[in-house]
């Protein structure tokens, strides 16, 4: 009998060192890596379970936090600090909203790695996967200045601007390249804004909710375009795109040349059937794939791939980037999606 009660307490013995050391790797990490995005559209929702398949096939314990407002972003990214994750992605909702609840990560020593949006104003941020977001502006100005034939001396044409949420200082970069581009073209008069909404401000679609378009297309309709040709539109997005069709469509008028952006398969659609003039697709496995190595490196204590080292001053610091290329999609090659 006392045998048997000091093989029991042995085994207690083992059994308690054995969860204690358990308990002494979740708190350094081990392979766990935070994710933190928002659950505001499905695009978000999509990168988030890709990146995570990503992390499990290798091994990693992954901790998925999604948001739907800043303030909960906030206090989701302060819950995930506590366990110490080797590293944190995080999709900002406002990318000056962090600079904060960040100074936890820089206490903890653990590495963000900013996905698709910069996260500006703080030194927390360890680096940036994205899309090169200053060659999607280029290549919707681009698209825009070959459709119109403007370098020939085309035009004039009638045109409106629409940007993506104020909160994203991705929308700000699509919008500025753009803007710059064709701000010749507008100054000589070969492109005319009716309504002289070519701002920012004036642009911006709240929050990236594509509702919140319409109720300034059917303005811009009314007030501006009542007998006259509207030729194009910058779209931000695809979303907001087909917002936008849906109303001129209403309207009777015919579609315009329109952008997009993202290749989401409604788009893909409305350019098969002759709606939406082309977007630009921003693969996600591509982004999550690269993002992925670059956890991975972290993590492992290697350096992760770069191949941007200047364009990204988020107002504290220059934030090492890797920038995905994205793909034109209109009418000459559809049918390969």
Same mark, same amino acid.
């Given at each position: 009998?006392?045998? %048997?009660?000091?093989?029991?307490?042995?085994?207690?013995l083992?059994?308690?060192?054995?969860?204690?050391? &358990?308990? =002494? =790797?979740?708190?350094t990490?081990?392979?766990?890596?935070?994710? &933190?995005?928002p659950?505001?559209?499905? =695009?978000?929702?999509?990168?988030?379970?890709s !990146?995570?398949?990503?992390?499990?096939?290798?091994?990693?314990? #992954?901790?998925?936090?999604?948001?739907?407002?800043? *303030?909960e972003?906030?206090? !989701?990214?302060? *819950?995930?600090l506590?366990? /110490?994750?080797? &590293?944190?992605? +995080?999709?900002?909702?406002?990318?000056?909203? !962090? #600079? $904060?609840?960040?100074?936890?990560?820089?206490?903890?020593?653990?590495?963000i790695?900013?996905?698709?949006? +910069?996260?500006?104003?703080?030194?927390?941020?360890?680096?940036?996967?994205?899309?090169?977001? $200053?060659?999607?502006?280029?290549?919707?100005?681009?698209y825009?200045?070959?459709?119109?034939?403007l370098?020939q001396?085309?035009g004039?044409?009638?045109?409106?601007?629409?940007?993506?949420?104020?909160?994203?200082?991705?929308?700000h970069?699509?919008?500025?390249?753009?803007?710059k581009?064709?701000?010749?073209?507008?100054?000589?008069?070969?492109? #005319? &804004?009716? =309504?002289g909404?070519?701002?920012?401000?004036?642009?911006?679609?709240?929050?990236?909710q594509a509702?919140?378009?319409?109720p @300034? +297309?059917?303005?811009?309709?009314? /007030?501006?375009?009542?007998?006259?040709?509207?030729?194009?539109?910058?779209?931000?997005?695809?979303?907001?795109?087909?917002?936008? !069709?849906?109303? %001129?469509?209403?309207?009777?008028r015919?579609?315009?040349?329109?952008?997009?952006?993202d290749?989401?398969?409604?788009?893909?659609? @409305?350019?098969?059937?002759?709606?939406?003039?082309?977007? %630009?697709? /921003?693969d996600? $496995?591509?982004?999550?794939? /690269?993002?992925?190595?670059?956890?991975?490196?972290?993590v492992?204590?290697?350096?992760?791939? +770069?191949n $941007?080292?200047k364009?990204?001053?988020?107002?504290?610091? %220059?934030?090492?980037?890797?920038?995905?290329t994205?793909?034109?999609?209109?009418?000459?090659?559809?049918?390969?999606?």
């Amino acid at each position: 009998m006392r045998k %048997i009660k000091i093989l029991l307490a042995a085994f207690l013995l083992i059994f308690t060192v054995a969860l204690t050391g &358990c308990g =002494s =790797s979740a708190d350094t990490g081990g392979k766990n890596v935070a994710i &933190c995005f928002p659950n505001t559209t499905p =695009s978000w929702e999509r990168n988030a379970e890709s !990146l995570k398949n990503y992390l499990e096939e290798d091994g990693f314990t #992954v901790d998925v936090r999604s948001s739907a407002t800043v *303030e909960e972003q906030q206090q !989701l990214i302060k *819950e995930a600090l506590q366990h /110490k994750p080797k &590293c944190m992605i +995080i999709g900002a909702i406002d990318s000056a909203a !962090l #600079v $904060d609840v960040l100074e936890d990560a820089k206490n903890f020593n653990v590495p963000i790695i900013a996905f698709d949006r +910069i996260i500006l104003n703080t030194d927390a941020v360890s680096y940036y996967a994205s899309f090169d977001n $200053d060659a999607i502006g280029e290549a919707q100005a681009l698209y825009f200045e070959a459709a119109m034939n403007l370098q020939q001396g085309g035009g004039p044409y009638n045109i409106e601007f629409f940007a993506g949420g104020p909160a994203d200082n991705n929308a700000h970069i699509f919008f500025d390249t753009v803007m710059k581009m064709l701000d010749p073209y507008l100054k000589k008069g070969q492109l #005319v &804004c009716r =309504s002289g909404q070519t701002d920012f401000n004036s642009a911006a679609v709240k929050d990236w909710q594509a509702e919140n378009a319409r109720p @300034r +297309i059917r303005e811009l309709l009314t /007030k501006y375009y009542n007998g006259e040709t509207l030729h194009a539109i910058l779209a931000p997005n695809d979303e907001i795109a087909g917002v936008i !069709l849906d109303e %001129i469509q209403k309207a009777g008028r015919p579609a315009p040349l329109i952008s997009g952006l993202d290749g989401d398969p409604k788009a893909i659609d @409305r350019i098969r059937r002759g709606q939406q003039t082309f977007t %630009i697709a /921003k693969d996600p $496995d591509v982004l999550t794939a /690269k993002c992925f190595r670059m956890v991975k490196a972290v993590v492992e204590g290697t350096e992760p791939d +770069i191949n $941007d080292v200047k364009t990204y001053n988020n107002g504290v610091k %220059i934030v090492p980037a890797y920038l995905c290329t994205p793909q034109i999609i209109d009418q000459t090659n559809v049918k390969d999606y």
